[in-house]
């Protein structure tokens, strides 16, 4: 079962301009996939902006979800659909031009980071992988190891016996 729009055609129309019949129903369209896209980017996020007895306030303000959606579908619609796929426009009439480049030509939902970061998702994270498994080397007997260091002298732990330190 696919989930509710954070954003109806009525929030797009109060927070951009009146519709026709039938851009609320590709509005409508578009919601729903912007939402769809919403939850992918920021998993979790219709948990966020729920509130559970005895919690005061959600995690999330419901309208941030609901300004990002009509954003997304706002960018989406402002192409049209006489400017699809143009990535740059020119007329010239006598001696006077004029020249327009669309920031969005195919008319695509997407997440800007400034929205991501409003919908708290998107952060990056540092992390480390180990690229080796765990070491089973036998260590030299005056390794570093043997005397309670962290770290090991005699080269065990890369070539997985002692290489430094051997006489």
Request: glycine letters at 8%.
């Given at each position: ?27 409508t369209m ?9 939850r992918?980017?920021?998993p ?39 400017a ?21 030509p ?9 929205e ?5 998702c998107g952060a ?13 080397a ?26 430094y330190?051997?006489?």
């Amino acid at each position: 079962m696919a989930a509710t729009s954070f954003a109806t055609p009525e929030d797009l129309t109060q927070s951009w301009r009146s519709l026709t019949s039938d851009e609320a129903n590709r509005a409508t369209m578009l919601l729903r996939f912007a939402s769809a896209m919403i939850r992918v980017e920021c998993p979790g996020i219709d948990a966020k902006i729920t509130t559970v007895p005895p919690a005061t306030a959600p995690e999330l303000d419901p309208d941030i979800p609901r300004m990002v959606a009509c954003a997304m579908v706002k960018r989406a619609m402002i192409v049209g659909t006489e400017a699809e796929g143009v990535n740059a426009e020119q007329q010239t009439a006598g001696p006077f031009a004029k020249s327009l480049t669309f920031s969005n030509p195919m008319g695509n939902l997407y997440l800007t980071k400034a929205e991501k970061r409003l919908l708290g998702c998107g952060a990056q994270t540092a992390f480390t992988v180990p690229m080796g498994g765990v070491s089973t080397a036998v260590h030299a007997p005056w390794c570093s190891l043997a005397f309670g260091a962290t770290y090991c002298s005699c080269g065990a732990d890369i070539a997985g016996r002692p290489i430094y330190e051997v006489g």
